[in-house]
């Protein structure tokens, strides 16, 4: 079972981490908005503040898609 005050401060976070960082919740629209079908790639790249990058992607498979559908779910 869910933990009713786990989602809240889960809630509160990712409201902190959306007024942190404006642009990202608004390219998440944009990306939903478009779609994201199987094959798709999603690519991630992670530079510390020396300037190492570290960077890998994935192919989105049919069971991805499910995951994605099930966490809309759980959001709502």
Do not use: C, Y
């Not at 007024?19 to 994201?36: E, I, M, R, W």
């Amino acid at each position: 079972m869910i933990n009713p005050t786990a989602i809240f401060k889960l809630k509160a976070a990712w409201e902190r981490f959306s007024s942190n960082h404006p642009k990202f919740v608004p390219f998440l629209n944009a990306v939903a908005s478009k779609g994201v079908v199987e094959g798709s790639v999603i690519e991630i790249s992670v530079t510390s503040p020396e300037g190492e990058t570290i960077a890998t992607n994935v192919k989105i498979t049919q069971s991805d898609l499910e995951l994605f559908e099930e966490m809309k779910a759980l959001s709502k």
